[in-house]
């Protein structure tokens, strides 16, 4: 699904991701790296391998963009006690096999509790916002004079179907006038459905692909 954002094109992607195409850059958001281990270390009985999920679908997303470069808005590990020797070395392993890749992270609420990535991963770590032409790439959705934002954080999510007891809670892009949020990458997040003014844009991540809310 292509659209724009202040006279930029911008892919939205169905594995919950967002492509510029020019500079060719994969934007991720919230992917929370090692949430799972982090409640199994807290008793929560969750599933395993949400993290070989997420790299599989960072794979899909670098297959069907041939994207040079990576910029995570924020909260790529979940917490410090998510630092799991497996979640680890999975991940070092994916970064080999896209050593020319460039990778950044825009810090968030949970990378300020858990810490930079280890220095093998090989991400540059910078502060929100990161300026792109009249993109303003962040993690918190907070307006920026000047810039268009793209940010995560809120993990967005938008209601098909009517009645209460018929509806579909799905993963969702909201563009609002100064504002968009893309979905939470993670395999492992929850979501929240945001109020949608007049002229917000919504498009809602089905098993099939991205489609526009009318």
């Not at 992917?31 to 960072?58: C, E, N, Q, Y």
């Not at 540059?124 to 918190?140: K, M």
């Not at 209601?159 to 969702?172: I, K, T």
């Amino acid at each position: 699904m292509l659209t724009q954002v202040a006279g930029v094109p911008l892919r939205l992607l169905k594995q919950r991701a967002a492509f510029l195409p020019d500079p060719g850059l994969l934007l991720v958001a919230d992917l929370h790296l090692g949430k799972a281990h982090s409640f199994r270390r807290l008793g929560v009985p969750v599933p395993s391998g949400t993290t070989a999920d997420s790299l599989a679908r960072l794979d899909d997303c670098l297959d069907a963009t041939g994207a040079r470069g990576i910029v995570f808005l924020g909260d790529l590990i979940h917490a410090a006690r998510s630092r799991s020797p497996a979640t680890w070395e999975a991940v070092a392993r994916w970064r080999e096999r896209h050593a020319g890749l460039a990778l950044t992270l825009v810090r968030g609420n949970h990378d300020r509790h858990a810490g930079d990535p280890p220095a093998e991963w090989r991400i540059d770590c910078v502060e929100e916002p990161l300026r792109l032409g009249p993109l303003a790439l962040a993690h918190h959705p907070d307006p920026v004079p000047g810039a268009y934002v793209l940010a995560g954080h809120v993990h967005p999510a938008a209601w098909l179907g009517g009645r209460a007891h018929d509806r579909l809670r799905l993963p969702c892009f909201h563009f609002g006038p100064e504002v968009g949020v893309l979905p939470a990458f993670g395999a492992f997040t929850g979501a929240h459905v945001l109020p949608r003014a007049p002229g917000d844009r919504v498009f809602v991540v089905h098993g099939e692909g991205v489609a526009a809310l009318p």
